[in-house]
Nanobody, 123 residues
Framework: QVQLVESGGGSVQSGGSLRLSCAAS????????MGWFRQAPGKEREGVAV???????TYDDSVKGRFTVSQDKAKNTLDLQMNSLKPEDTAMYYC?????????????????WGQGTQVTVSS
């Protein structure tokens, strides 16, 4: 079955950087759309960045210019490089995959999810 396992979360100060990674298995990697979503306490889940099977990326306006999503098809991994982090980036970050949906939105179209990794940015 499809499995997604995130890693790389942690605590940093404002302006710092973190790199998240998602290891995927159980399907033909690269044939699905994949994305990063986040949910802060008391807030709705929101899309951060998605990448389709052709490598086309889409970012939420709040992270454009600071975050970069990339995939390594040889390693079956999806990464999110996060620079210039802000306290408002604090959230649980989830990796998601779906064979059909490439929507950025709230992610409810995505069928496969990881367990999440916490990112905390202090001011």
């Amino acid at each position: 079955q499809v499995q997604l396992v995130e890693s790389g979360g942690g605590s940093v100060q404002s302006g710092g950087s973190l790199r998240l990674s998602c290891a995927a298995s159980g399907y033909t990697y690269g044939s699905f759309c994949m994305g990063w979503f986040r949910q802060a306490p008391g807030k709705e889940r929101e899309g951060v960045a998605v990448i389709d099977s052709d490598g086309t990326t889409t970012y939420d306006d709040s992270v454009k210019g600071r975050f970069t999503v990339s995939q390594d098809k040889a390693k079956n991994t999806l990464d999110l490089q996060m620079n210039s982090l802000k306290p408002e980036d604090t959230a649980m970050y989830y990796c998601a995959a779906d064979p059909f949906s490439c929507a950025l939105g709230d992610g409810y179209e995505y069928n496969y999810w990881g367990q999440g990794t916490q990112v905390t940015v202090s001011s």
